[in-house]
Each structure stands twice: as structure tokens, then as C-alpha cells.
């Protein structure tokens, strides 16, 4: 008994002192056949305040609504964001897809990047934005 009460304290400890991150930040994005929009109005993915060192990890989740298939050619982050996992299959009408997204935490100070989809969109291609801070 005594030993699971100590493993839930060690854990809540870790978890509200940063040592661990939960993915937590997520973007929903919507296809309605022509483009592909924020649910809310601006495009961005915001990490908020990490520590240094901690796991910056988000997910961009897409949505398509409307009633043709949305094929990614290609995703990619700039500096110091990676995109290791994105949808290579079409993403078919009321089906969704998670894109992950991690930041090299190792970079200390306010975060300001994009990740550009390249879709069958009307334009070719979408920049969310994604922003945040690391700190010591």
C-alpha cells in the first residue's frame, strides 16, 4: 500500500515539476475541399512555456469534410522543428490524421516557426505557425 502511495507522489511530482511533458498541445485543421483551416481562426500551434531539456511534442489533427480525398505531398518544419510522423495515404472523405511535431528543446527562448503542409489544396500549400518559449 505504502509503496503505490509513494510511485503516485513520485509521479505527480515529475509530472507538475516538468521533468515530464504530456503532448498537450494540438491544432485542429479541417479540409473542406478547397483549403484546409484552422477550427479556430488562427493557425497556430502554441508549445506555451517549456523547460529546457523537457519533451516538446505537439499534433496537428486534420479533418476532412468534404467529399473528395486530401493527399499531403509533403510536410516539413524549419529550423529546429521536425515533423517525424504525417499522413502518406489519402486522407478520405470523414476520415482524420494526426501530423506529430517535435522542437529541439535544447534552444533556449521564444519559439517562432512554421510547418508548411503541401496539399491538393486551392493554394498548393498551408503555413501554420508555431510558437512558445523555452526556458532553464
Known sequence: MYKLRFATLAFLL??????MSPVSSELQ????????????PELILDFGQRKQGSMVAGQLIIRNVSQQPLQLSNVRGSCGLSVPAWPRQPIEPGQQAIIQV???????????RYITL???????????????????
Open 14 to 19: 515529475m509530472v507538475f515539476s516538468g521533468f
Open 29 to 40: 485543421l479541417e479540409f473542406d475541399g478547397e483549403q484546409l483551416e484552422g477550427v479556430l
Open 102 to 112: 517535435r522542437y529541439d528543446s535544447q534552444r533556449l527562448g521564444e519559439i517562432d
Open 118 to 136: 503541401h496539399a491538393n489544396t486551392h493554394s498548393g500549400r498551408t503555413l501554420v505557425k508555431v510558437k512558445g518559449e523555452i526556458v532553464p
